[in-house]
């Protein structure tokens, strides 16, 4: 599902702001602007959405004053957002995930939004390790559930080379016919299609981003929103990899950021 965002702010052109930059970003969807605290409280509440966007000096109460009051089990994802520079250490002391110091430009607004998007899908995961634990008593991370058939055998043209799946960070096609696997350990280089290896893998981890490319989802660590409305994976490894608009709607299901 998409992130579900309330957006608080007394001045109508702050919300604006927001709510404008908000567009570029395909994995959000606007839920409702609030003028005040009180309100913000009651959406909150009755809403129940993924990500605030909180202004501190608010006309009728101090932002994050408004925002304790919010048992922390129920408390959505944080962005503080205010013009002067004296309520970071508090706001941070209020879990939150981001400070955004106006003015502040579309670029620094995509890293904060970039954040989110992690931060979402780590609470999503620990809440399916959460289920896990309460329908099986397994605590096991169900990343690191591994079937029976984890070892992967690859044809190089020295024979066959047998890899774990869940040490795989990516696979990219190299020319015809020609893989190469980007594991914890180094790079191989294999005879296959990347077609080919899809119906190898069958292994729910794995996910095609682009005609050249297939992620480990275990091994993303961030979401790049360009300018553009292109999105880039960041793996652990630093390597940025884009996602084509043919991919796109299934990686954000698969991350949890879609319908």
Aim: aromatic residues 6%.
């Amino acid at each position: 599902m998409l992130i579900s965002t309330l957006v608080v702010d007394d001045e109508r052109e702050s919300r604006g702001k927001i709510c404008r930059l908000l567009q570029q970003v395909p994995a959000m969807e606007l839920l409702k602007e609030c003028g005040t605290g009180r309100e913000a409280m009651d959406c909150i509440e009755k809403l129940l959405p993924d990500l605030v966007f909180l202004d501190v000096n608010l006309k009728d109460m101090n932002g994050l004053e408004m925002w304790e009051h919010i048992p922390e089990e129920k408390q959505p994802i944080l962005v503080v957002v205010s013009a002067h520079h004296i309520y970071g250490s508090k706001a941070f002391d209020n879990h939150a995930l981001d400070y955004l110091l106006k003015p502040y430009d579309v670029e620094r607004f995509l890293m904060a939004t970039n954040k989110v998007l992690v931060e979402h899908t780590k609470r999503k995961q620990r809440k399916m390790e959460n289920s896990l634990k309460q329908a099986t008593g397994n605590i096991t991370r169900p990343n690191s559930l591994l079937a029976d058939n984890d070892i992967l055998p690859l044809k190089t043209v020295n024979g066959l080379f047998f890899v774990k799946r869940s040490q795989i960070l990516y696979f990219i096609s190299s020319r015809q016919h020609h893989v190469i696997a980007h594991t914890m350990e180094g790079d191989l280089k294999f005879r296959s299609t990347l077609s080919e290896l899809s119906n190898k893998l069958n292994y729910h981890g794995f996910l095609r981003i682009h005609r050249s490319t297939i992620i480990n989802l275990a091994f993303v660590k961030d979401v790049i929103n360009s300018n553009y409305g292109e999105i880039d994976v960041r793996m652990v490894n630093d390597k940025l990899l884009r996602i084509s608009k043919i991919h796109r709607t299934e990686f954000l299901i698969q991350m949890g950021l879609n319908k």
